[in-house]
């Protein structure tokens, strides 16, 4: 198959989608679509989105480019054992799709204005707004109302033929372009840590951690402590709205500006609200969902602005009910084991 590949060379750019670079390829070269070009380059089906790192060899002759240069664009995947799928995002890899746009994405009129390309951090789902133009996303066509879908067949054109360069757009509130401007931080340079939203060590705090980390966090403290979602319903992770997205960072805002002082009034309400919850020792007793996030995605150093004031705050939170309710010396080894 190698010996047939595209007539005209399409050059990615730093952190382009995957996506996008493809709808460009099949756009210089008179293909009706990029799967298109997926099918004869990798025998893809054209109902599968998604494409495999031990693809891009085959995809890089194909395109005619080199490994390297396809390697860095955003969109890529890869099955782990024993962990699951992740996705290459910015240069890095991220471990659920919930934290994804890979059939929509959103994207930024201007940014499209200035060079028609999908940028990859418009793949992220806590990424809102255009720090550079200071709007935020557009997800749906203003023309025909859909969500603007990965499978067009040009990155500044929806599928009903309006330019989404014309496209007006709205502006973003503080939160979304702090996260948005915290998130691009590893594709367009420093980061200025003043924020009017949260202190300057939690700017870097947040900027500090990996993309994952940024997510896992983001939905810790935005949809586990502040949240006005029902954790009954499984504190799984879901796809959010734009809505609740925006919320979220709100929140976790809220909760940064004032720390750790609105950490342990989140959690003291959750408690309250959540006071049936079940578990094996008290802890899980105490905060159910919130602590099992918490072990699963927030435990380790990284995360130490956070887990510090928490496990203080669990700490006192054991030490209390042990006195109200009946003392049990088996409890001790279970709880020394969860807190520490
Ligand atoms: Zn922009
Ligand atoms: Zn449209």
């Not at 067949?153 to 503080?174: H, M, N, T, W």
């Not at 980061?191 to 939203?197: F, I, K």
């Not at 966090?217 to 586990?224: A, D, E, K, V, Y």
């Amino acid at each position: 198959m190698d010996q047939y590949r595209l007539i005209n060379r399409t050059q990615p750019y730093p952190f382009e989608s995957l996506r996008g670079f493809l709808m460009r390829c099949a756009g210089a070269n008179h293909y009706r679509s990029h799967q298109e070009i997926l099918q004869y380059a990798l025998g893809a089906s054209s109902t599968n989105p998604q494409v495999e790192q031990t693809e891009i060899p085959r995809l890089a002759i194909y395109t005619r480019n080199s490994v390297n240069e396809l390697s860095q664009l955003s969109g890529i995947s890869r099955q782990v054992p024993r962990k699951g799928r992740e996705w290459k995002i910015l240069g890095e890899w991220l471990s659920k799709s919930t934290f994804l746009k890979l059939r929509h994405a959103p994207i930024c009129p201007r940014c499209l204005q200035e060079q028609p390309f999908l940028q990859g951090a418009w793949h992220l789902a806590f990424n809102t707004a255009c720090w550079k133009h200071r709007c935020q996303l557009i997800d749906r066509c203003p023309q025909c109302k859909r969500q603007l879908a990965l499978s067009r067949r040009q990155p500044e054109y929806c599928e009903c033929g309006f330019d989404l360069r014309k496209s007006d757009s709205l502006p973003a509130e503080a939160e979304q372009l702090l996260i948005a401007r915290i998130i691009v931080n590893r594709s367009d340079g420093p980061l200025n840590l003043d924020s009017a939203c949260i202190p300057a060590n939690q700017v870097e705090n947040l900027a500090r951690l990996s993309l994952d980390g940024l997510c896992h966090s983001l939905w810790f403290l935005g949809h586990h402590l502040l949240g006005n979602f029902p954790l009954s319903k499984g504190s799984g992770l879901r796809k959010l709205d734009d809505r609740e997205t925006r919320e979220m960072i709100a929140a976790v805002c809220w909760l940064l500006s004032d720390w750790p002082s609105r950490l342990n009034q989140a959690l003291s309400r959750q408690i309250a609200l959540n006071s049936k919850w079940s578990g094996d020792n008290a802890t899980m007793r105490l905060l159910g969902p919130i602590q099992r996030y918490y072990e699963s995605h927030i435990g380790s150093c990284d995360f130490r602005f956070i887990s510090s004031p928490y496990e203080a705050f669990v700490r006192q939170l054991v030490k209390q009910a042990r006195i109200k309710t009946r003392p049990s010396r088996l409890d001790s080894p279970q709880l020394e084991l969860d807190l520490s």
